[in-house]
């Protein structure tokens, strides 16, 4: 079974924190993803990677980054965090043209 | 820019009936998936429809895909409590795998 795993499931930090969430895959997927999900708007793409040390901006990237420095993971930073960044972040991975597989999520709440 | 919606968005409907969840987007795709998601979990791949005519069963659940259409339907046969969930389509962009996924459905199944 793929596994993929978040850092943490729930973290609380302050405005104008930097923030690293943190996912590993251990299925050797090429690609993964980071979303948000906001009660009534859906998953919504941040950044995606296809291959290690290869990003992709993905709908709504402001005030986030990435870094995929190995196969296996790929993080997501907050530079400074905002109340606006409030949500659940969820990791996910694939292989191509196949499902994506989901993280348990990470509820950052942001102060 | 790809648009992808749900309707309905709220279903509750009883136990033993059949209902249908239709997923509609706005631009070509040929491939669409199909993923659930149980109240505070993360979301877990139901279906994945790779083409045109494309028909995928699993247990009471039955998804398909009209590409001419750009419509994809999720039919539940005789529903039972177990099916409660968050029911989300997501399509397929056509390039890094990058999904646009719909607002969700909230299925709620009453004894």
């Known amino acids: 079974d793929v596994k993929v795993t978040q850092s943490s499931r729930y973290l609380v930090k302050r405005t104008g924190e930097k923030v690293f969430l943190e996912c590993v895959q251990d299925?050797?997927?090429?690609?993964m993803f980071w979303y948000r999900q906001d009660p009534g708007l859906g998953l919504r793409l941040i950044y995606f990677?296809?291959?290690?040390?290869?990003?992709e901006k993905g709908d709504i990237p402001e005030g986030y980054s990435v870094s995929r420095e190995k196969k296996e993971r790929f993080s997501l930073i907050l530079e400074s965090a905002s109340t606006n960044q409030t949500s659940m972040y969820l990791c996910?991975?694939?292989?191509?043209?196949?499902?994506?597989?989901f993280g348990p999520g990470t509820r950052l709440t942001v102060l | 820019e790809l648009k992808v919606e749900q309707n309905p968005l709220f279903l509750s409907m009883q136990e033993g009936k059949n209902y249908t969840i239709y997923c509609n987007y706005s631009?070509?795709?040929?491939?669409l998936y199909w993923y659930r998601q149980d109240p505070g979990k993360s979301l877990e791949s139901l279906f994945v429809?790779?083409?045109?005519?494309a028909v995928k069963q699993e247990g009471r659940l039955m998804a398909s895909l009209d590409t001419k259409a750009r419509l994809s339907t999720l039919h539940i046969t005789a529903a039972v409590h177990d099916l409660s969930a968050t029911y989300f389509c997501?399509?397929?962009?056509?390039?890094?795998?990058?999904?646009?996924f719909g607002t969700g459905t909230r299925l709620t199944i009453i004894p």
């Open positions: 429809l790779l083409s045109n005519g």
């Open positions: 299925m050797d997927h090429e690609n």
């Open positions: 996910a991975s694939s292989l191509s043209h196949k499902a994506q597989y």
């Open positions: 631009t070509t795709s040929d491939r």
């Open positions: 990677s296809y291959d290690v040390k290869m990003k």
């Open positions: 997501a399509v397929d962009r056509g390039f890094y795998e990058k999904l646009t």
